[in-house]
């Protein structure tokens, strides 16, 4: 089981989010990474390209975006979550 690691802009890009909506949605898809299982489809998970190189997202919700990167073996680290257009626009 990884641990997990929150970056400062995650921190504040959650605070902004409506957290009620979100919290079992997010808790499912943080279940599958930190257990290192695959995410269901549902979730779109797919590595970023560009200056993203390295990090990957999924869709907890059809326009909200979680971007997260498995540092090594030990750690889960949580970048971003928000819109598609505020992360990428």
């Known amino acids: 089981m990884r641990t997990i690691s929150y970056s400062n802009a995650f921190k ?3 605070k902004k989010c409506a957290v009620q909506s979100l919290s ?8 599958f990474l930190i257990n290192d299982l ?4 549902k979730y779109c998970d797919h590595a970023l390209t ?3 190189q390295g990090f ?7 326009d909200l975006v ?3 990167r498995k540092v090594n073996d030990d750690v889960l680290e949580l970048i ?5 257009s505020n992360l990428f626009g």
């Open 12 to 14: 504040r890009d959650y």
């Open 24 to 31: 079992s949605s997010l808790i499912e898809s943080l279940y």
């Open 38 to 41: 695959p995410l269901p489809e």
């Open 50 to 52: 560009g200056s993203w």
């Open 56 to 62: 990957r997202d999924c869709h907890i919700e059809p």
């Open 66 to 68: 979680l971007i997260y």
């Open 80 to 84: 971003r979550i928000g819109s598609h």
